[in-house]
């Protein structure tokens, strides 16, 4: 016969470890395409999310696909529209999770294309777990509770900071021409106008939001820094989940 206390414990432990279930997470691996042969640098590592429940794992797998090739492919599936992406072309895939807990991940996808250039970038994803579904950062945090205004002043001062500093270089002749410093003033007001809060990575210590400026490969050594991190402490008063 089963006791009570049996049962309770059941129940508790049944508990816990539905409260800390983790997402498991494959790597589909591409197989190299003969031009790509004998570069020393090939890796196409795609992550494969699996729930156990494969409707939400199509969900997340082909929003990860579709938006990763720009919605190319959306009939295609993963395997065969990130080989038609790749198309000699992307010398590099990788990725890296950076938050897997209580249905809530956050990953990040790693490429390099290479045509006259090679050009590296990163793209962020959030996802639930229990939905399937993309998550915005009002989904995480009350941003209308303070917390927008703290952001947009803190984005405002690093790009200020960002724009003194090219100058700086421009007034030392030695060190830019004015076509070069338009240019790259134009590239960092770009940037700026095209902030987005729903580029944004969630870590076991907080959460940073992505601001990456992407500029020609002529003046990339002006490419602008930002570091828009918080952690959870701070976040503490505007935290949803």
């Known amino acids: 016969m089963i006791s009570k206390f049996s049962f309770s414990l059941f129940f508790l432990l049944l508990g816990f470890q539905n409260f800390a279930q983790v997402v498991q997470v494959d790597t589909l691996v591409l197989k190299k395409s003969e031009l790509l ?36 492919y959306t009939n295609e599936s993963v395997d065969s529209a990130l080989k038609k992406w790749a198309d000699d072309q992307i010398n590099f895939l990788d990725f890296e999770i950076t938050y897997n807990i209580n249905s809530i991940l956050s990953l990040s996808i790693s490429a ?17 777990a229990k939905t ?10 009350k941003i209308d509770n303070g917390f927008q205004e703290i952001l947009l002043q803190e984005k405002y001062r690093q790009f200020e900071q960002q724009k003194k500093e090219l100058k700086e270089l421009y007034t030392d002749d030695t060190m830019l021409d004015q076509d070069v410093y338009e240019w790259a003033l134009e590239y960092y ?18 959460i940073k939001i992505i601001q990456d400026c992407y500029l020609p490969h002529a003046i990339q050594n002006l490419t602008p820094v930002f570091n828009l991190s918080y952690s959870f402490s701070e976040l503490h008063p505007y935290l949803k989940i």
């Open 189 to 206: 007001n770009n940037c700026e106008a095209s902030f987005d809060r729903n580029e944004f990575s969630i870590r076991e210590d907080g």
């Open 37 to 72: 042969k004998q570069s020393p640098s090939f890796k196409m590592n795609f992550p494969m999310v699996r729930t156990g429940n494969s409707k939400i794992d199509s969900l997340i797998n082909h929003d990860l696909k579709d938006k990763l090739t720009h919605y190319q």
């Open 112 to 128: 390099e294309g290479c045509g006259a250039y090679c050009t590296f970038w990163i793209n962020y994803y959030n996802y639930s």
């Open 132 to 141: 399937g579904l993309p998550l915005e950062l009002s989904d995480i945090l």
